[in-house]
Structures are given as structure tokens and as C-alpha cells.
């Protein structure tokens, strides 16, 4: 397809920032940088401001392709060469001004740019290192910037890059190379993972050369993402984690997201889906995936080979204690801080505020109530001094009677929300109430 160079502005807006809709690795965290005189922007290490469509997809930052222009023909990608479709391209001048009138306008606090492949991955990425070189040094944009870096691209390019963003995230895009393979014959394991693995060794030595001189250039400061289809192959939930166990441990991620396949394309390879996109499953693994990164959780422990896919009715965390009741009930006065983290209804936060609020006196339910303890399901885990809140049986088909209850209507939220789509610049805003599938507490 040709590019078509005579559209406006406005008319490349529109198709390039539909067309990113489906890459949902976008939100942002770990960077604090001011701002200075003569400067436009600042970032703050609690992340970009974020906004969330009906289906859960973050819509924070000024999210676009460089051009929707693409040489792979991935059979679940909507960008495809063989697919039929307007084809255009920005230019550096047109992504650098587009960010700063959007900025100004109180619209957006940074940028995520990703892109199709134009001609060959050097050449892509060199017109995205352009991009980013003229919004820092010409238009002094000191805001977020999250760009992908293109598989297969020369590595100085990609290091040139590194230095002008606050993250870079690599697509994984499917779990196994065999899925790859088979719906994306264009592109390999080893060229996605030659780049993730540059990219942590440039974060570990640039983390090293700050600490010895402090004006050292920050190379990628917020780190680097990868993202997952959830569905467009046949891995099961537990080949899914250990892959994203793999890549924590191997690569340093910050955050691999998942991605319900939703059906753009007709093609025989692709999986029918009677059902519409596995939104649920996606959540379950959202879920798991916080299990893993902050509550000490190993893939291993939720899922095995003999029960490899996520209960679709209880949480991971509710469903492990079930399997696990030989450990409760867990006596809250008394449970250090990663025996609490277990307990379902318990987060990070009001784990850390038992620690610290049992050094004054014994804790009750009351207090484990103020503190934020969601207690319809920390009852049938925990004592206070001795004592459960109520008569229950440490049974699993008891306990799991009672939760299933609260499950099924979080399920049917998810999976009746019905709209599969990302909000855009040009919405009038009457959507659906927010149904924000990763504001579960665990």
C-alpha cells in the first residue's frame, strides 16, 4: 500500500492514533524529574496521569503510531501489509508539534509513540530517534516519553534512543516461539530478545556511571515493558506466567501487560471467538502478574502442568489459600509481613499498616476494618487474638461457597461490558461507566 503523504494533520491523527489502540503498554512510573527554566513538562515518580476506557485500557499519554505503514503481514494485526487500508505516516516535525499543542492544551502529560515498520526496522527507528532528538533539544519537551524500540534495528540506534526516553518496551506480542511462528512468519524470538536484552544492560550500566558521576545522561530511566496477546494461540495461563516469570527475572522488566486478542482480521489461523475477546482471563492474569511483582508469589505456586488456567470464578490469591488451608488461620497479631501478604483481602498497604499499628496493642476487627482489610474475605483466614470474627468451618467447599458469590458478579461486570474499544482524542465522552478491571485489591 502506498503511503498517502496529501492527508492533514488532523486526518493522520485520526487513523494513527486508532490504529495504536490495541497496544495497551502504556502506562508510566519511576521516573521524578522536575522541571527547569526553559523547559517544557516535568514527571513525577507516581507516574502519568492516567485514564482508563470501559474495558480497562490505560488512554493516558498521547498514544499514536508513527506510521500504521508496516512490512510483516502478523495475521492478528489490523496494520498487516495484506490488509486493505489507508496507509500514512507522520513526519518528526508534525509527532513534535502535535505533543506540544496537546500539552499545552492540559490534554496529555507525555507521549507514547510505537510504530509500524516502513521500509526496513533501521530506518523506522532512526525516524523515531529523530523524533525524539528535535521534541528534546528543539521543542526542550522535559516530559514523559515512552517509545518502542523496533526488533532487528541497529543497536546504536536503539542506544542513541534509550538516552532521550523514559521507557522502551519491546512486544513480546505471543508467549512461544511456536505461536510466533505461525502468525507471525516475519519475525523471530531471537530478534525481539537480542534488543530487551541490550536494553537491560544499558539500564544496569547507566545505573552504574550514575552513581559514580552525577551528570551522566539517564538511559531509559523508568525501565522497559513487554506486552502478550492473551488468546490468539493456544497457551494456557500457565505457560503464560512462567514466560513473565522468565522475563522479570532475565530481562528486569517493569511491567509485562496482556492483551485480550480481540479479531480484526479474517483468517483461518485465527481462533473464532464466540465469546468476544477473553477479557476475564486477561484480568485473571493481571491479577496473578501483581501476585508475582509485589506479594512475593512464584508462577509455580498458582498454576502447575496438571491445573494450568486461572479459576474463573475466584481470584488467584482466594484460590490458592483454598488449596493452601493447612496455613490458616493466619493470627494477625502475631504473622510476619509475608505470611500476611497471603491472606486474601490483605494488600501491601494495610499489610504495612498492621505492622506498624500492632506495635502500639493487640489489633481487632475494628481496627483491621480502619485500616483496609477487606474483611468479607480476610474473616474466613485470619484470628485476632485467637478468635475468628464469626463461627466459620476451614473447609474449602465452605469458605469457597461464600466467596464465589462476590466472584461471580465482578465476572459478569467484566465480561458483559461489551465495548472492546479504546477511547480516543475524538469521543464525546457517552461511554459506559468505568469498569477498572486492576483496581481489585488481592
Known amino acids: 500500500m502506498l503511503i498517502q503523504e496529501e ?16 497496544d495497551v503498554a502504556c502506562t508510566s512510573s519511576g521516573v521524578d524529574r522536575k522541571g527547569k527554566a526553559g523547559t517544557l513538562g516535568n514527571t513525577t515518580a507516581a507516574g ?24 510483516y503481514d502478523c495475521k492478528y494485526c489490523i496494520n498487516r ?9 507522520f513526519t518528526p516535525e508534525e509527532v513534535c508539534r502535535l505533543t506540544i499543542q496537546f500539552y499545552r492544551r492540559n490534554y496529555i502529560e507525555g507521549l507514547f509513540l510505537s510504530s509500524g515498520v516502513l521500509h526496513s526496522a533501521d530506518y523506522t527507528m532512526d525516524l523515531i530517534y529523530q523524533t525524539l532528538k528535535k521534541l528534546r533539544e528543539e521543542y526542550h519537551f522535559h516530559g514523559y516519553i515512552h517509545v518502542k524500540a523496533i526488533p532487528g534495528a541497529d543497536p546504536v540506534l536503539i542506544e542513541k534512543t534509550g538516552f532521550l526516553a523514559d521507557r522502551m518496551s519491546i512486544n513480546l506480542e505471543l508467549p512461544t516461539a511456536d505461536g510466533l511462528k505461525k502468525l507471525a ?33 539517564s538511559f531509559v530511566p523508568a525501565g522497559q515493558s513487554t506486552q502478550m496477546i492473551v488468546g490468539a494461540t493456544g497457551e494456557n495461563d500457565f505457560q503464560m506466567m512462567m514466560v513473565a516469570e522468565a522475563l522479570y527475572q532475565n530481562y528486569d522488566l517493569k511491567r509485562v501487560f496482556y492483551s485480550a486478542f480481540v479479531p480484526v482480521n479474517q483468517d483461518s489461523s485465527l481462533p473464532a471467538l464466540p465469546g468476544g475477546p477473553p477479557l476475564l482471563r486477561e484480568h485473571r492474569l ?34 490458592w489459600a ?16 509475608y505470611t500476611l501478604l497471603r491472606v486474601p483481602g490483605m494488600g501491601v498497604k494495610s499489610v504495612k499498616r498492621i505492622i506498624a499499628a500492632r506495635r502500639n496493642g493487640p489489633l481487632d476487627f475494628d481496627a483491621l476494618k480502619k485500616i483496609g482489610v477487606v474483611l468479607k474475605r480476610a474473616l474466613y483466614f485470619i484470628t485476632c487474638s485467637g478468635r475468628m470474627m464469626y ?21 459478569w461486570d467484566i465480561g458483559s461490558s461489551g465495548t472492546f474499544r479504546q477511547l480516543s482524542m475524538f469521543d464525546d465522552m457517552n461511554v459506559p461507566a468505568l469498569a477498572d478491571l486492576g483496581g481489585v485489591r488481592l
Not at 196 to 212: D, P
Not at 297 to 305: D, I, N, T
Open 81 to 89: 501489509c495484506s490488509n486493505d487500508v489507508v496507509r500514512t505516516a
Open 391 to 411: 463461627p466459620v468451618k476451614i473447609e474449602e467447599d465452605y469458605i469457597s461457597s461464600h466467596l464465589v458469590g462476590e466472584e461471580q458478579r465482578k465476572v
Open 322 to 337: 483454598l488449596r493452601h488451608l493447612e496455613l490458616f488461620p493466619v493470627e494477625v497479631n502475631r504473622a510476619d509481613y
Open 185 to 217: 512468519p516475519g519475525k523471530s524470538r531471537s530478534k525481539i530478545l537480542t534488543p530487551m536484552k541490550q536494553i537491560q544492560k544499558g539500564i544496569a550500566a547507566n545505573r552504574y556511571e550514575l552513581m559514580e558521576y552525577k551528570k551522566v545522561p
Open 7 to 22: 492527508l492533514s494533520v488532523q486526518e493522520k491523527l485520526e487513523i494513527l492514533s486508532d490504529a495504536a489502540k490495541y
Open 286 to 319: 493481571y491479577q496473578a502478574d501483581w501476585l508475582m511483582r509485589f506479594y512475593g508469589f512464584q508462577a509455580g505456586e498458582l498454576l502447575s502442568e496438571n491445573r494450568p488456567n486461572f479459576n474463573v470464578l475466584l481470584d488467584p490469591k482466594c484460590d
Open 48 to 71: 502519568i496521569c492516567h485514564s482508563f476506557s470501559a474495558d480497562g485500557r490505560c488512554i493516558s499519554l498521547l498514544k499514536i503510531l508513527f506510521t500504521n505503514q508496516c512490512i
